[in-house]
T-cell receptor, first 114, second 112 residues
Framework: EPEVTQTPSHQVTQMGQEVILRCVPI?????FYWYRQILGQKVEFLVS????????KSEIFDDQFSVERPDGSNFTLKIRSTKLEDSAMYFC????????????FGPGTRLLVL | QKEVEQNSGPLSVPEGAIASLNCTYS??????FFWYRQYSGKSPELIMS????GDKEDGRFTAQLNKASQYVSLLIRDSQPSDSATYLC????????????FGKGTHLIIQP
């Protein structure tokens, strides 16, 4: 069964450093998403991406965040200058054009900013 | 403001019994509703989706939607210890590329 994959599974970085989180969505899916979950809190939407552009973004997705689909398979989230409060689990999700809006989540990247 | 509310629990249910999980949402324009299961340290795993009023059954799971009351529920029949997890209610307002709004989740414990 096709799955969303994410790398790395864990990342530790110093405050102020740039990080890139990578995702490979399910191959025939057309909508891509990033979410984050701070420890003990709810899953929060960051951004959605369709047809090579951002479709929707939340208030959390400020200028320090960017997304890109550099090739036909990868979907990346870049955090330019990490802050302590960026420590969270980051989930990538994808959904097909057909079949409604069901979103399938990857295993996540646990980011720790020191 | 999109809000999804769930009782955080824990909800403790004996093995073999029915677990009932509830969720309310604030945006009357919401179109799609989802239940995800999340084990500790893991990602959300889709259990059920529901789009229209009424009941939808899939195996031991039944989702119920009442748009007039802005209420979604999930019933788990014949609860198993492996069902112990946090259950997340998620709502999509506009469809398509809209992000999901999640509740905080209900922690379910199935007692053997």
């Amino acid at each position: 069964e096709p799955e969303v994959t994410q790398t790395p599974s864990h990342q530790v970085t110093q405050m102020g450093q740039e990080v890139i989180l990578r995702c490979v969505p399910i191959s025939n899916h057309l909508y891509f998403y990033w979410y984050r979950q701070i420890l003990g809190q709810k899953v929060e939407f960051l951004v959605s991406f369709y047809n090579n552009e951002i479709s929707e973004k939340s208030e959390i997705f400020d200028d320090q965040f960017s997304v890109e689909r550099p090739d036909g398979s990868n979907f990346t989230l870049k955090i330019r200058s990490t802050k302590l409060e960026d420590s969270a689990m980051y989930f990538c999700a994808s959904s097909p054009l057909m079949g409604g809006e069901t979103q399938y989540f990857g295993p996540g990247t646990r980011l720790l900013v020191l | 403001q999109k809000e999804v509310e769930q009782n955080s629990g824990p909800l403790s249910v004996p093995e073999g019994a029915i677990a009932s999980l509830n969720c309310t949402y604030s945006d009357r324009g919401s179109q799609s509703f989802f239940w995800y299961r999340q084990y500790s340290g893991k990602s959300p795993e889709l259990i059920m989706s529901i789009y229209s009023n009424g009941d939808k059954e899939d195996g031991r799971f039944t989702a119920q939607l009442n748009k007039a009351s802005q209420y979604v529920s999930l019933l788990i029949r014949d609860s198993q210890p492996s069902d112990s997890a946090t259950y997340l209610c998620a709502v999509n307002v506009g469809g398509g590329a809209d992000g999901l709004t999640f509740g905080k989740g209900t922690h379910l414990i199935i007692q053997p």
